[in-house]
């Protein structure tokens, strides 16, 4: 029988001590978060209003001003903006507010980097401030404004399609020449972009594949939220199969609605298991996995498990794996995967940002091999996630052309 005076299962001793612990992650994470925007925000400021350019008081307090609010607005708008939102929708305009304040500030704190580059070669050139200071800020304003207006254009656009040929030798005659259309990391989001999905939609059935594959990240938000914006999917046609696996962001909303609102309007949801493909006599297995974040959300029955994926599959044919990550390939590479499609990248979405996506992943986009028998194709995204812009990293929807050999 449970003592009347003992209110909580967890001894105080235990609760003392996990409570500075908890406190002490926090305030780590606040300096972190803390110390990397006064770096995104300070370096512009200082280049464009501090570093020699002698502007008149008023330009100077203006822009600290605004500075100022940017500073305080983006965390807190990003934090209310895509934060779940516990039974009750959160307003778009506040979460794709803050996406763009976001691509703003980080496009200007690489060009104002790379502006005080400049600043040393005026420098050795003999240019004096204010003259050398003012050139600095006034190039990387300008630098800076045609980079977000190009790339607002080339997130908004509907992608182009690349084309590739991937050589399988162990694909049947039968199957040579099979066209498998791509395209993954779509994430409808605060901006609707309904009538640009119906415009994918048309260019993908405009390529006659055999295989549509969705590599995930379909949406940022449930299924409630962004239907509208993914509803033009159920016109996607494909002679032999429609089919999808989840992406990261599935998980942060609900990944199972996402599985069942893709099956419900007529796709197979490869959820850790395949289906055969068949064509002049010969087959291809087509498998899938969850992402790779799947089993650590908690989420019951989820998790990328390459083993149940391919249960039951004849091992001798070739295989067409679906995994959202690039860094999924290593266990394709161990289970003999022929050819292992992905997206999650982005390309890097606005230059130099592939650099940091290079340090997590294998790939950042295009085909490459992996092991003695593995080919990994990694695309660069069909649509774009938060910032509403493309910078040296244009969308795409892909055509792969599998051939015999």
């Given amino acids: 029988?449970?003592?009347?005076?003992?209110?909580?299962?967890?001894?105080?001793?235990?609760?003392?001590?996990?409570?500075?612990?908890?406190?002490?992650?926090?305030?780590?994470?606040?300096?972190?978060?803390?110390?990397?925007?006064?770096?995104?925000?300070?370096?512009?400021?200082?280049?464009?209003?501090?570093?020699?350019?002698?502007?008149?008081?008023?330009?100077?307090?203006?822009?600290?001003?605004?500075?100022?609010?940017?500073?305080?607005?983006?965390?807190?708008?990003?934090?209310?903006?895509?934060?779940?939102?516990?039974?009750?929708?959160?307003?778009?305009?506040?979460?794709?507010?803050?996406?763009?304040?976001?691509?703003?500030?980080?496009?200007?704190?690489?060009?104002?980097?790379?502006?005080?580059?400049?600043?040393?070669?005026?420098?050795?050139?003999?240019?004096?401030?204010?003259?050398?200071?003012?050139?600095?800020?006034?190039?990387?304003?300008?630098?800076?404004?045609?980079?977000?207006?190009?790339?607002?254009?080339?997130?908004?656009?509907?992608?182009?399609?690349?084309?590739?040929?991937?050589?399988?030798?162990?694909?049947?005659?039968?199957?040579?020449?099979?066209?498998?259309?791509?395209?993954?990391?779509?994430?409808?989001?605060?901006?609707?972009?309904?009538?640009?999905?119906a415009a994918v939609v048309d260019r993908v059935n405009s390529l006659d594949a055999d295989i549509v594959c969705h590599v995930g990240d379909i949406a940022d938000g449930t299924v409630a939220d962004r239907e509208r914006q993914a509803s033009p999917l159920a016109a996607v046609t494909a002679t032999s199969a429609r089919v999808y696996v989840t992406g990261n962001h599935e998980y942060f909303s609900e990944a199972q609605g996402w599985l069942d609102y893709m099956e419900r309007i007529g796709w197979d949801a490869l959820h850790s298991r395949h289906l055969v493909v068949e064509r002049g006599g010969d087959r291809l297995v087509v498998a899938g996995v969850d992402d790779a974040t799947a089993k650590a959300s908690g989420l019951r029955g989820h998790g990328a498990n390459l083993d149940a994926a391919l249960a039951g599959a004849d091992r001798a044919l070739p295989v067409l794996l679906l995994a959202h990550q690039p860094k999924q390939v290593a266990?394709?590479?161990?289970?003999?995967?022929?050819?292992?499609?992905?997206?999650?990248?982005?390309?890097?979405?606005?230059?130099?940002?592939?650099?940091?996506?290079?340090?997590?992943?294998?790939?950042v986009q295009g085909l490459s091999r992996h092991g003695e028998k593995t080919q990994l194709y990694t695309s660069r995204g069909t649509g774009f996630w938060g910032p509403p812009f493309r910078v040296f990293a244009p969308s795409e929807i892909t055509l792969l052309t599998l051939r015999h050999g």
């Fill in 331 to 363: 266990h394709a590479a161990r289970a003999g995967v022929d050819l292992q499609i992905s997206g999650h990248t982005h390309g890097g979405q606005i230059w130099p940002f592939n650099i940091l996506v290079r340090l997590e992943q294998p790939v």
């Fill in 1 to 197: 029988m449970r003592d009347p005076e003992v209110t909580d299962d967890v001894p105080a001793d235990v609760v003392e001590d996990r409570r500075p612990r908890r406190g002490r992650r926090r305030w780590r994470r606040t300096a972190i978060v803390s110390a990397i925007l006064l770096l995104l925000f300070g370096v512009p400021w200082w280049t464009l209003l501090l570093a020699g350019t002698a502007w008149p008081a008023p330009v100077v307090v203006g822009g600290t001003l605004l500075f100022a609010a940017a500073f305080v607005a983006l965390p807190a708008m990003l934090f209310s903006g895509h934060r779940p939102g516990r039974g009750r929708r959160r307003p778009d305009w506040v979460a794709a507010t803050a996406d763009a304040l976001l691509g703003v500030a980080w496009v200007l704190f690489v060009w104002s980097v790379l502006g005080n580059v400049l600043r040393l070669v005026l420098l050795a050139a003999g240019v004096d401030d204010p003259l050398r200071g003012r050139v600095v800020a006034v190039a990387v304003a300008a630098v800076a404004l045609v980079l977000l207006v190009w790339g607002y254009a080339e997130a908004m656009r509907v992608p182009r399609t690349r084309t590739v040929e991937i050589h399988i030798p162990g694909l049947g005659r039968g199957l040579d020449g099979l066209r498998v259309a791509m395209i993954t990391d779509t994430h409808y989001g605060p901006i609707d972009r309904a009538r640009w999905s």
